[in-house]
Every structure is written in structure tokens, then in C-alpha cells.
């Protein structure tokens, strides 16, 4: 059968039967949208928690890798983490002197460990910067107060005394720096620090950090870390933990609906079959294939599966509109469309479901029709 | 030619043979009227010559066509070019315009859009059903329904019309009418093989066939 003449058959079961396909298509654009609307407020809502930790991030998500120390990191090099630093854990306070006299006799010095690859928002006015990262030389910054008090000037030399082998350790001032507000007063490179004590038998604690430019890779880099049985941990891992069951319960639900969807479609379709039977009869008597009237039934099965998809697209989009602008509300986040493609294929996905398991019950039905037992039992 | 050998039909809930054994042959051409009780197996035969349903056993060819080895889409296109079904009870569809039940013929055997309305128009004149080609065929009588059928059977040109009691729902005026449009129709030289338990009708048959128990009792010509 040509096409034209499909569309002929197809157009005159619509105008025969105009109910009929009408409650097809409401039961269908119910499941659809149903499924359509769970599936997308949850992940446009997702997406906009993503994108609000992003924005406060400034696009760095840091996660904590506890247990991690300073010579851990290739362990983690090619998990995709943008950035790799350490951190210090603990209070560092080391006895230091400026020749003879010692640093903080006076005034109590706030002494900062900063990881000179990740660098810090303090800026040196003399000197080499916190960017500095020749490793194997000792050095400090210290700021103008500290200079000023112990007159030291860049070049100069900062001794740390280890009392436990009555050892020290000779630092090089190499910048000097405008101390904001909680700022240090003296500033060692955190990785040579840590070393050097390591040698004379001191522990410094400290850990390391890895940051993503991409809160949305968490889940993924949470999971290869795990699998290596490294502890990763970040400000939102609850929220994450919650999204990832949400998530989980949300394509459940989807399935549920879905199946349910078929079900009912299946047994509708099949009393539409029963109620055109006479019909397809009647074609079949005057000449048509069996495979003619099945393409005229998926024909128009196809075009109810997708003006229901259409219409519970546009359901879907008012609602999800509406629910989310109450999320907005409430939760004083800005959500956006950015994943409603989720919501689509998932809807798509059905649809075709749907027709396909359709597809199997209309050939099932003509499939097994008997002309001539049938017959008996039509009458026009 | 349609030569029928050995044809038997035993039906799964049945008892007996719907048919058993029947022997036939029908030249192109000739109307034939298969006459019998309820039971007898006329309806059977139809249906069979008719592929709508298959045999138990035996052989049916038509023109050199065999029904009982052909595959279901080829009985389809035998079904839709070959023969025209006359049923009873009309088998029209009831929704539809006389138009568009005589045109599902036309668009199952694909004949090209621009010859249906000249077609159709042409056969309904024949059938004298032309003022009534835009009503729906709920709206007819009985009379109209059954010449719009005769309409529809025709209207792909079939060398044969097969007819299960076409006038088993009519009054006798338009199983008078009804009749002469057969005969006509046979007179321009298509087959015609009608089932009937009337003996008037049977007469205007050049060959009468007697069934009893699925089995033929009589012939006369």
C-alpha cells in the first residue's frame, strides 16, 4: 500500500472513530506527561543546584582528600581534578629567630603555611611573589610589621631552631607583603615547610585538595577516589547523597509510570481493535493484505504516540514552569531549562516504548484474525 | 475456469464435512447458482472459491491460480482483482459515504487516484445509485445498501462476483432488481456464482448446482 492511500485509511479511521483515538490520546498524554513532569522538575532542579554551587565556587568545587599527604599526588593526577594543592591542618607554631633575636618575643606572630602552586590572594610589594615555586630552595615571606620590627629586608635570613635534635633550619626572605585582616605575619612555603620537618622526625598535618571546575563530575570522581579507597568529602556530599537516591527513586517512578502507560495503552488498543474488527474485516474480504491493515493501525497508533508526545511536552513545560518558579520561591535559587532535555528523552523514550509494545499488540490481534468465523458474527 | 477436485472442509467444531469431496468446474463466464438447505455447505463453497477461508483438503484453482497453496498476500490480491463479494448483510461500511465504500476497493488495489470518481460515478449509474453517492450507507435502504455492494464488488472490474444470498434481506421488489443487475452483469461476461435458497432467484442461473450434506446432489443446466 502506497503511502497516500495509507494516509487516506489512517484519516478515515481518526473521522470514524474520533473518540475512540481521542481517549488513546488522553490516557497516553497523562503517562507522558506524568512521566515528563517528574522526570524534568527533578533534574531542572538539580541542574540549577549544580549550577548555584558552581556559581558560589566560582566554578572551583573543592573536595577534601583526607589521608592524602603532600607525596600522594599521582595517586589522584588523572582523576580530573583542575587544580591539586595541600592544606594545612593543624596550628603551626615554630620557634624562629632573626639572628639572635627571637620572633614573636614581643608580639604574638600568626606564622601561615601557603602552597606556593596554589598561590594566595596576598600580594608581595617586594621580592618574589607566593607563586614562587622553586622547591628546593627555603624561603619565607614576611610582612612590612615583621620587616620593620626585626629589620629584615629580602635576602635576609630567618632561622627556625628544632628543639628535638637541637637542629635549624635557615629560611631566605623572599617577599615582603601588606598583611590584610587575619593574614599571617610570616608565610612559609607549605611543602618545602612540611618536608624539612619530616627529615628532622616532625609531622606537619596537612592534606590534600583537589578542585573541579565542574560540580557535576563529582559524582563520577567521588566514585573512581572510592574505588580506590580514598576518602574524598566536600561541603554538599548530603545533597549529593540525597540527589543520587532522588535520582535513582525519580527513573523508578518513570519505569513504574511507563509500564503502566503500556498496559493501558495495550488494553486500549486492543478494544479498539475488537471495535474495528468488522471493519478490518470487511477490507480484508475486499482484497487488503494483512500487512496493509497492520501499517494502517501502527499509521495511526504513530500519529496518536506522537501528537500525545507534542501536547505532553507542552503540559509538561506550563507545569514544570509553574513547580519550578514555586522551587525558585521557596529555595531563593534561580532555575533554569538547562536540564530539560532529560525530561524529553525520557518522555521520548516512553513514547516509543509505548508504540513499539503497541506495534507487537495490533499484530498479534490482526495477526490472528479468522475471516471466515469472523464473518459469521458481522453484520453492517 | 475454476476447477474444484476432491474439495472437503471439516470444520474444527463440527461433527461432519461442510464439504466433502465436492467436484466442480466453472467456465469463465458462467452464472451459477448453488442451491441446498441450511447446512448444506453452499456458503462454504463461496467462501472457499472466494479465499476467504481454506480448505481441509483437495484443490481449488482458479485460471491456473491455486487457492489452497498460495500464500495469504497473494489470496489478498486474488481476493481484491480476481473476485467481488455480494454478502447477505451488505458488509458496508456503515460511517462511511457511498462514494468512499465503493472507492476502498479502488485504493486496496491501488488504482491511480485520478480514474476513482469517473469509476465510481460510472458504477453507481449502473447500479442506479447516483443521487445517492454522497449519503452515508447507514442512511440506505436495503435495497440501495445492497446495490451499493454490487457497486463496490464491481467496481474494480473482477472477472467474477461472488454472491451469498444477496436477496436474503430484500423485499421482493428489489430482490427483482437485484437480480436483473446480476444478470446483467453476468450478461456483459463476468462470472457470477450465487448462493441462494430461493428457487426463483436460482433461475436466473444458467446452471443450477443442488448441495445436501456437502455434497453435490444435483446439477442441471
Redesign the interface.
Known sequence: ??F??LC??AK?EFS?CPFLYAGLLLLLVFALSAIGMTVETFSRSVEAFYDYVNKIGNNQFVCDLYGLQLDDRELIEDVGFSEIYAVDDGWTDPLLYAGEKKLGDDFWEYVGLVYPRKGTDIRTYQGEGFNYTNDDDNVVWISEEVAEKYDLSVGDEIIQKIVKDDSEIKYTVIGLYHPKEYDPDIVFALDTYCFNMLEHGEFVPHHLVGTLTESRSYIGVRKTLRDRYIVVRCEYDEVFDFLAIADIVIYILSAVTAIFGVWMFNNALGIMIRRRMV?L????????????VLKIFCCTTAATVVISFVISRVVVFAFTDYINGLIEKFYQIGITTSGSYKGFLVTLAAGAIVYLFGVFKLRSAIGNV???QA?EG??? | MIIIEQLTKVYDSADRAALDGVDLKIRDGEFVSIVGKSGSGKSTLL?LI?A??KPTSGKITVDDFDLTTAS??DL??????KTG?VFQ????????TVY?NIR??L????IP?GEHKERIEKILEKVDLSQKINDK?SKLSGGE?QRCAIA?ALV?DPPLILADEPCGNLDSENSLKIMNLLKSINEEGKGVILITHDKEAARYAKRIIELKDGRIINEIS
Open positions: 500500500m502506497r497516500r492511500e487516506w485509511f478515515k470514524t471493519y474485516l470487511k477490507l480484508r474480504m475486499i482484497g487488503i493484505r494483512s500487512g496493509s479468522n475471516l471466515s464473518l458481522s453484520r453492517a | 467462501h472466494g476467504i477461508e495469504d498476500n489478498s490480491d486474488y481476493r481484491g482483482r463479494f448483510s451488505f458488509h458496508l461500511e456503515p460511517n462511511f468512499d476502498l476497493p485504493l486496496i488495489a491501488g487516484y450507507a445498501k463496490r474494480c
